[in-house]
């Protein structure tokens, strides 16, 4: 069965700081996909980024990056330079299989960035 | 980039009506679209798996009966909770995945459908 575990219900950065937020999960499919999604107080999903459990090198877009331990099955999100606006709700998530398979979510880290 | 609409936003019935939420992709076609519901300052729970010209695929513990899913067509998915009582109440969102992202498994999200049950 599928699990994702985030620990933190909420965490504080100062602004232009980094941040990291934690994710462990759970699978006993060799193929699958993590991603993280920020959901800001309006109630959106929005994709931030993407992991395939095949992938050599850690996801990064822009100011945020996965830190991908496929060993430990942690894949935690790195902000960096944080930003007012990044204060949100961050979902982390996984897919088994190949595509077309549903995506379970974490609990959520609530990110506090104060100015 | 990848457009799903979802309507309403904001819906309040009264117990024992029902209550249908519709989920658009505007720019892409969705064979495949997924329902979650959210209770306030939780995660998101996968209700059911909308397949196009099938039937949806419900999680354990959701009963189908009270959540009706229709996929009709390549870009329009409906929720309809049927006789709403106040439990039912929550933020219903819809998702998608474009053939695009078949491989990764990106879910594209609809705004979001917050239903009140009187």
């Known amino acids: 069965a599928q699990k994702i575990t985030q620990t933190q219900p909420g965490m504080f950065v100062q602004e232009k700081e980094a941040v990291t937020l934690d994710c462990t999960y759970d699978t006993s499919d060799p193929s699958y996909g993590l991603f993280w999604y920020k959901q800001p107080s309006s109630g959106e999903m929005i994709f931030l980024i993407y992991q395939g459990s095949y992938d050599q090198q850690n996801a990064t877009e822009g100011r945020y990056s996965l830190n991908f331990q496929k060993a430990r099955k942690s894949a935690n999100l790195v902000i960096s330079a944080s930003q007012l606006g990044d204060s949100a709700m961050y979902f982390c998530a996984m897919r088994e299989g190949a595509g077309g398979f549903k995506t379970i979510f974490g609990a959520g880290t609530r990110l506090f960035v104060k100015a | 980039g990848a457009v799903v609409s979802q309507h309403p936003s904001w819906v309040i019935c009264k117990s024992g009506t029902s209550v249908k939420i519709e989920c658009r992709s505007l720019d892409f076609q969705a064979t495949t679209m997924f329902w979650y519901r959210q209770f306030p300052k939780q995660s998101l729970m996968l209700m059911a798996t909308?397949?196009?010209?099938?039937?949806?695929?419900?999680e354990q513990g959701v009963e189908k009966d009270k959540f009706l899913i229709n996929h009709a067509s390549l870009t329009l998915s409906t929720l309809t909770v049927t006789s709403a009582h106040p439990e039912d109440s929550s933020f219903y969102i819809c998702?998608?995945?474009?053939?695009?992202?078949?491989?990764?498994?990106?879910?594209?999200f609809g705004e979001g459908s917050r239903l009140t049950v009187l």
């Open positions: 998702s998608a995945q474009t053939t695009g992202t078949l491989v990764t498994g990106e879910l594209f």
């Open positions: 909308s397949n196009e010209g099938s039937k949806a695929t419900y």
